[in-house]
């Protein structure tokens, strides 16, 4: 005990340096001990990033990539001011969702349960079923479609496909999966290669990117409210959350997931720059319209070439591919969530049958469909952004007040800025979605 003392009473006198030696190897210690935290903080980040990066590449699946072709061939530059907004709506939506993760080590599916009953949460993971399982066929036909532009049938590349999907869900490890996953990501840089060779007024690009260049144009008001609609899907919600518990991150992993979330949809913005810029530059001044991504990447051959052409053709690929792997395993992931099931990559089949079950069945049925001949995929589509239509405004709402509840988020709630912001993007989608019922209803 007195030695205790002593050290204690001899910690508490001033020390004086005796030298400039001293002073110089207690800076020297300082640096090191500076250069170190900082590499750990480095470090921290790096091994929290994923989930919001690998979100926002699913949301720039073949729809994605379909609506932005159109945009570019239809209008030109027009449309590149809403790329700085819909990032904004992103990081917004992703950065919410991935803090209440984080603050409580709970998936979104599981916190709308406890807070709003079971009923809720069964409609919820109703019209997440659904609307999932429709974009699943949507990324199949992506699939096929591109592959036929390199003259693979669809009997042959859908199958591959569907297995390859099935196959790498299924392969056990998250992290694993996650890293396979941000490789394939690494495919959206053709478009990025494609937009270049195009060879865009790039003065004019950037004038249009920061001036609103507005039309009431039915076609554009559409395609905006389309934009926004495959910027911003309710599964996308639901994966950042569960991805983030998948990693066992917590609270102070929530610096690092926000660096991860704004990541993620700036790169997603930028791909989607891109691809506006390209089809703008190349398809628009030859009065070409596309109604999908495969047509945009066939129609850039006379006018662009054969490189620029596969190069967006590639993209679609590994962007499908991406978003059919992602789809299935969130869905099954929300659904055991929302009602108390075994989930996991690394569970087996005997240890969460339901969560394996739902993937292969998803998978499955949605490669099936689109093998089906004069199968109606437009109006399958349809379907889909009608339930997403309506389900995204409802589950934004309770993420609000989730974010907001102090008992539940505590430190980490939503503070007045970020309330703000979220409402408003509530607010902006609720009107979107209203001004596309009412487009649909009068047939335009």
Avoid at 152 to 181: C, D, F, N, Q
Avoid at 213 to 227: F, P, R
Avoid at 250 to 261: H, K, M, Y
Avoid at 310 to 338: H, R
């Amino acid at each position: 005990m007195e030695l205790v003392h002593s050290m204690t009473a001899q910690a508490q006198k001033p020390t004086r340096t005796p030298s400039n030696t001293s002073t110089s190897t207690s800076s020297s210690t300082n640096n090191s001990v500076s250069k170190a935290a900082g590499k750990a903080g480095i470090a921290a980040i790096l091994a929290a990033m994923g989930p919001g990066i690998l979100t926002s590449f699913a949301g720039m699946d073949a729809g994605g990539i379909a609506t932005f072709s159109t945009s570019g061939a239809s209008f030109g530059f027009t449309m590149l001011w809403t790329i700085p907004i819909m990032t904004l709506l992103l990081v917004v939506v992703q950065e919410t969702s991935a803090r209440m993760g984080c603050a409580t080590g709970k998936g979104f599916a599981s916190l709308i349960r406890e807070r709003f009953g079971v009923r809720i949460s069964a409609l919820a993971m109703l019209a997440l079923i659904i609307a999932n399982f429709a974009v699943t066929i949507s990324e199949f036909a992506g699939i096929a479609s591109s592959m036929l532009l390199f003259g693979v049938p669809i009997y042959a590349s859908v199958p591959v496909a569907a297995i390859g999907t099935w196959i790498l869900t299924m392969s056990g490890s998250y992290r694993r999966i996650e890293k396979i996953l941000l490789v394939i990501s690494s495919v959206f840089i053709t478009y990025i290669v494609s937009g270049v060779i195009g060879k865009p007024d790039w003065n004019m690009a950037l004038y249009k990117t920061v001036v609103p260049q507005l039309s009431t144009s039915t076609a554009y008001i559409s395609l905006l409210v389309a934009s926004v609609g495959t910027t911003i899907s309710p599964y996308m919600i639901f994966m950042v959350s569960s991805n983030v518990v998948e990693k066992n991150l917590d609270e102070s992993d929530i610096p690092a997931q926000r660096a991860d979330n704004v990541s993620g949809a700036v790169a997603q913005s930028i791909i989607a720059w891109f691809i506006i810029l390209t089809t703008g530059a190349v398809l628009f001044p030859a009065g070409i319209e596309v109604n999908s991504a495969a047509d945009a990447a066939r129609a850039l051959v006379p006018l662009a070439g054969q490189y620029a052409s596969a190069l967006f053709a590639i993209g679609l690929v590994g962007a499908s591919f991406l978003a059919a792997c992602v789809l299935p395993g969130i869905t099954a992931s929300a659904v055991c969530e929302a009602f108390g099931w075994e989930r996991g990559a690394d569970r087996t089949w005997h240890e969460a049958p339901i969560y394996r079950g739902i993937i292969t069945a998803i998978t499955i049925l949605s490669a099936l469909i689109v093998l089906i001949p004069n199968i109606d995929l437009f109006g399958i589509l349809m379907v889909a952004q009608i339930i997403n239509g309506i389900a995204l405004p409802v589950l934004l709402v309770c993420m609000v007040l989730l974010a907001s509840d102090k008992h539940l988020m505590g430190p980490y709630r939503n503070g007045k800025i970020w309330n703000v912001l979220t409402w408003f993007v509530v607010i902006a989608v609720t009107l979107l979605t209203i001004v596309m019922f009412a487009m649909q209803a009068l047939g335009i």
